[in-house]
């Protein structure tokens, strides 16, 4: 499916994924102020906290059991854990998505970076209720991000990284209030629409251990079984035996109505 954010197909064009890999090398930080607190939405950590090109990582599929752990909140940004957020960023844009979570990369942290600009789905995102331009707040890097306020609804498609060649409508909130910190430890309170909002719900479900395929309709759901339940057993199959036996049950349904 076509421009999704979080999906292999959403960039078309290989180019437009090499081109952003070299952008953000070469972009500043963008900072602004938010009831007197230094806003800092990293675009390029290098100036600041001593960025380097991240690598890329394996990221896990679904059936592994970190993709249903909730993440560790995180105290301290320590060097590793920037280095685990370049090299977040790296995996994400070098596997064209438009988000990733620690989770999917094998590490239950609170911890994610997403990416919309390149998408040309429409997002707004706020702070202090001032609109602010897209493209040069990107990428995000959040900290214990938490999802403060929803409004209204909007329904559209979405895939995951960690679930490849499963793509549906998903209903997610239209707009989305959100508090995090950023890799310098600042604390940040933004508001956002359309796809941000989209991949920002689609994130932090992933931190919490939530899939995209649990916010299915059960008709929806029903029709990926057969797929799912072999990715789960191929993922599994090749897991080592001690990390079988730290499987987890997928959260209990009923909170899936809470979108
Ligand atoms: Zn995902």
């Known amino acids: 499916m076509e421009d999704d954010f979080c999906s ?20 500043a930080v963008l900072r602004c102020t938010c009831a007197g607190l ?19 990582l394996d990221i896990v599929k679904y059936g592994h059991p970190v993709l249903r752990q909730k993440g560790k909140r995180i105290e301290r ?3 590793e854990i920037r280095k685990l957020a370049d090299d977040m960023l790296e995996t994400m844009y070098a596997a064209q998505g438009l988000g990733l979570a620690a989770q999917q990369v094998g590490q239950a942290l609170l ?19 001032k609109p602010q331009d897209l493209a040069s707040s990107m990428p995000l890097m959040l900290i214990n991000p938490q999802i403060l306020n929803t409004q209204g609804e909007q329904v559209g498609p979405e895939g995951c990284l960690s679930i490849p060649e499963v793509n549906a409508d998903i209903r997610r909130a239209e707009r989305v209030t959100v508090r995090a910190q950023t890799l310098d430890g600042q604390e940040i309170v933004f508001e956002c629409t359309g796809l941000l909002a989209r991949a920002a719900q689609h994130e ?37 035996k001690t990390a079988k036996r730290r499987r987890s049950p997928a959260p209990r349904q009923a909170g899936l109505a809470s979108l």
């Not at 230094?38 to 890329?56: E, I, K, L, N």
């Open 8 to 27: 292999r197909e959403t960039l078309s064009r290989p180019e437009d994924t090499a081109n952003r890999i070299r952008g953000y090398n070469l972009m």
């Open 38 to 56: 230094a806003v800092a939405f990293h675009f390029d950590g290098s100036r600041v906290c001593g960025y380097t090109q991240g690598v890329a």
């Open 77 to 79: 940004v320590t060097p």
């Open 111 to 129: 911890l994610t970076v997403i990416d919309v600009a390149i998408s040309d789905r429409p997002s707004q995102l706020f702070i202090d209720g």
């Open 204 to 240: 932090i479900d992933h931190l919490n251990g939530r899939l995209f395929i649990d916010r299915m309709d059960s008709a929806t759901r029903a029709s990926f079984d057969g797929k799912l339940k072999k990715m789960e057993k191929e993922t599994l199959a090749a897991l080592p």
